[in-house]
């Protein structure tokens, strides 16, 4: 089985089957890691350009390892180093990049669509590596792969996502792929950060956080920006953390074997506290390892891969 | 020069004409209008088959000159016009310059004399520069032929210059036109405000900040007994809004654009920039609620905002692009094909919407072919089929969502003053 398109625009046009495949993919290539040679020849001689023109460590970081321990060839071209400072349309820079001859194009963007916009304008297999407030999809992923070596399955888990679901591209991608999945997901935050519209994409919708993690067998945490305060959403970081942050009283209303997500970077004292993010129930770092793994799988998928040869040495 | 319009379907809302009618244009004017003229040597073109109304006026579009002709100038923009089946635009003062003084009205007319292919209105600005605080010259651009008076692409956002504005504007009984956009409520929003912009990650632009503002402009017309014209106006509310303050009698009229009665929002969803537009396109039921509008005579005038912009400023991120679609040539084959020949109307009501309606808001002595009237004529042909393809636009620009899109029903020739300007028979 292969992937219908050759770009990972987002999870909302994969089917379960396609979202199955990366993730059993993936499984096969999470042990590379625990090797002496933490490296697979499977995309020697291809290359991909890490194109962020957003600030990003750890997605742009673990692409990388991502590329290196396949052997492919990464060339990063972020914001301070692009062209586009210069007022360069991305157009431009896409075509500059394509004559360069990459194989992939992986996009961070502050503007929802970009990598829809390459896609359209190229001939380079394009992954998104977050735009703006859309999708983040192999975030979604890494997620579902933490949540599934976990539980055991997606299906029927009760998943709350808690914070600033407005602007938050983890919250959609992860909706998308928990809903494809069959999982049941509330999202959680104050009204002024709750988008319209979210009912009809297939969630549940509340602003009392002790509700939504009810029995809750995930508990996902989102990034508070401190912009959002000054742009008026919530009066003070404190009533914020206090109305939604992650306590341990609170956890207690999960389900008593749940599972604490971030997608990081945290901010200790305000969306989650310090003793939940380093307890046990917290997977934030299992995260962030297999974000390795899975972004492995996608590339991996996209330069046409079949699931039978990824995991030959298993 | 004389000319012989013989055995069309001459539709005449103001007369209440709508029959086989020959007509007889003579010196830039309609000299006669009979079941069968006999004119010899005069030229005589046989319309069977074909209708003839009083020539289409957008009241609403974009020229783009002075400041922004890569665009748009009047040259193209006027043949743009007469290639849709317009006999007149008014075009909007956000020009570089803006139109808010005496000098650039004047010239937009002397540009439009020079190189104009239809008749052109210019649209004064409300305030100075369309800063939003200082009245600009009205009394002056007035004297000099401004129809009407507007900061569009902007909101009049100080309802205290709102205030005066339509106290002022009275002296002249010029309507002052809003972009009904309260600016707080849009704060950068790009797409209508629901479920796909949130499906998209796009920031919204509620609906309620265009109610907002309609409602604002219908209390302070009522209050001062100026006029006011809501410009493409876009959300099922705000039509009710305008519906109760017409019953109220409210000096308030406003139009609706082709875009907005043809498509949702749901045209965004491949982040297509030809789809971006302010306001932006909305959900189904503003669609039908402004369907609705058009069918029980609310709306009063269908306005294109023809907003020509150049391939690669459209070319761009969604966020990035500007807003904006072009429609003088689209506009008679979306309102034949979705209103007329989809029975929402009837052809009297299209041409009420297209030509009476604006002739009156801006106070032009035009909209009708009664004896005596400028001979300015548009001829439909109902059935004839056609494939929207930008290539062939008149416009500089192509920014069109309608690209490739079949439609039944198009403007087939255009007569201003009594001269033929466009002629696809």
Same mark, same amino acid.
């Given at each position: 089985?292969? =992937?219908?398109?050759?770009?990972? =625009? ?54 990388? =390892? ?7 060839? &990464? ?64 975030? &979604? ?56 519209? =979210? ?29 959002? $305060? ?17 306590? &341990? ?23 989650? $506290? ?41 | ?76 923009? /006027? ?31 002397? !540009? ?17 520069? !369309? ?64 479920? /796909?912009? /949130? ?15 309609? !409602? ?210």
């Amino acid at each position: 089985m292969k =992937l219908a398109s050759p770009h990972l =625009l987002g999870i909302e046009p994969l089917t379960a089957s396609e979202i199955g495949l990366i993730l059993d993919t993936a499984e096969g290539f999470a042990g590379i890691a625990a090797r002496e040679i933490k490296k697979v020849p499977t995309l020697r001689g291809k290359t991909v350009v890490n194109f962020f023109i957003e600030p990003s460590t750890r997605t742009r970081s673990s692409f990388e =390892l991502a590329e290196k321990r396949l052997s492919a060839d &990464a060339l990063n071209f972020s914001t301070s180093t692009s062209s586009l400072v210069k007022g360069e349309t991305l157009l431009d820079t896409l075509r500059n990049l394509e004559a360069m001859s990459p194989d992939f194009i992986v996009i961070r963007h502050s503007e929802a669509g970009a990598p829809h916009f390459l896609a359209r304008h190229g001939h380079t297999s394009i992954v998104n590596a977050g735009d703006g407030a859309h999708e983040h999809p192999t975030q &979604a992923l890494l997620d579902a792969f933490t949540i599934r070596r976990r539980k055991g399955r997606l299906a029927g888990l009760k998943v709350a996502i808690v914070g600033d679901i407005l602007h938050s591209r983890v919250a959609r991608s992860n909706l998308f792929l928990l809903r494809t999945m069959g999982a049941d997901v509330v999202l959680c935050g104050p009204p002024t950060l709750l988008p319209r519209g =979210l009912e009809r994409l297939g969630a549940r919708v509340s602003h009392r956080m002790d509700e939504a993690i009810e029995g809750a067998d995930v508990v996902m945490m989102l990034r508070i920006q401190l912009e959002r $305060m000054q742009g008026g959403f919530f009066p003070t970081l404190r009533e914020y953390a206090s109305s939604y942050g992650l306590d &341990a009283s609170r956890l207690a209303r999960a389900a008593a074997d749940a599972i604490v997500m971030h997608p990081g970077p945290i901010n200790r004292g305000v969306e989650i $506290m310090g003793d939940v993010a380093d307890g046990s129930a917290s997977v934030i770092l299992d995260q962030v390892k297999n974000g390795v793994a899975v972004r492995m799988a996608v590339l991996y998928l996209l330069a046409g891969g079949e699931r039978e040869a990824a995991a030959p040495e298993r | 020069m004389r000319l012989l319009l013989r055995n069309g379907r001459v539709v005449d809302p103001a007369s209440g004409r709508d029959g086989r009618f020959d007509l007889l244009l003579e010196d830039g004017k309609v000299a006669r209008i009979e079941e069968r003229i006999a004119a010899p040597g005069v030229e005589a073109i046989d319309l069977a088959g074909l209708c003839v109304c009083p020539g289409f006026i957008d009241m609403h579009v974009h020229l783009r000159e002075p400041g922004h002709e890569w665009k748009e100038t009047i040259a193209t923009g /006027t043949r743009a016009a007469a290639a849709g089946g317009f006999t007149a635009v008014a075009c909007m003062p956000n020009t570089d310059p803006p139109i808010d003084s005496r000098s650039v009205v004047e010239f937009v007319l002397a !540009q439009a004399r020079q190189h104009g292919v239809v008749a052109v209105h210019p649209i004064g600005c409300v305030s100075k520069g !369309q800063k939003g605080s200082e009245l600009a010259e009205m009394g002056d651009m007035a004297a000099a032929g401004a129809r009407g008076f507007s900061d569009d692409g902007k909101p009049v956002a100080s309802a205290g210059l709102m205030r005066r504005a339509l106290e002022y504007a009275r002296i002249f009984d010029l309507p002052v036109i809003d972009h009904c956009e309260e600016p707080t409520l849009v704060a950068g929003g790009v797409a209508h405000e629901g479920e /796909t912009a /949130t499906r998209l990650g796009l920031a919204g632009w509620p609906g309620v900040a265009e109610d907002v503002m309609v !409602q604002r402009d219908i209390l302070l017309a009522d209050y001062t007994g100026g006029a006011v014209h809501v410009a493409h106006l876009s959300t099922g509310r705000a039509a009710d809004l305008v519906r109760r303050g017409k019953a109220s009698g409210v000096r308030v009229t406003c139009e609706v654009t082709p875009h907005h009665l043809a498509l949702t929002d749901e045209a965004i969803a491949s982040y297509d920039t030809n789809a971006k537009m302010n306001p932006p396109l909305r959900e189904a039921s503003d669609r039908d609620a402004l369907l609705a509008a058009i069918a029980d005579g609310t709306v009063d005038a269908i306005a294109t905002d023809h907003a020509p912009h150049h391939a690669d400023e459209k070319c761009v991120e969604f966020g990035r692009a500007p807003f904006g679609v072009v429609g003088l040539e689209t506009a008679v084959p979306i309102c034949l094909d979705r209103l007329l020949h989809a029975g929402v109307v009837g052809l009297p009501r299209i041409v009420d919407l297209l030509s009476v309606a604006p002739a009156r808001i801006l106070r032009l002595d035009r909209g009708t072919l009664r004896p005596g009237a400028a001979a300015d004529v548009t001829v439909l042909d109902l059935d004839r089929t056609t494939v929207v393809d930008p290539a062939r636009f008149a416009s500089r620009s192509a920014n069109t969502p309608f690209a490739g899109w079949t439609l039944r029903g198009a403007a087939v020739m255009t007569i201003v003053g009594g001269r033929i300007v466009h002629d696809a028979r």
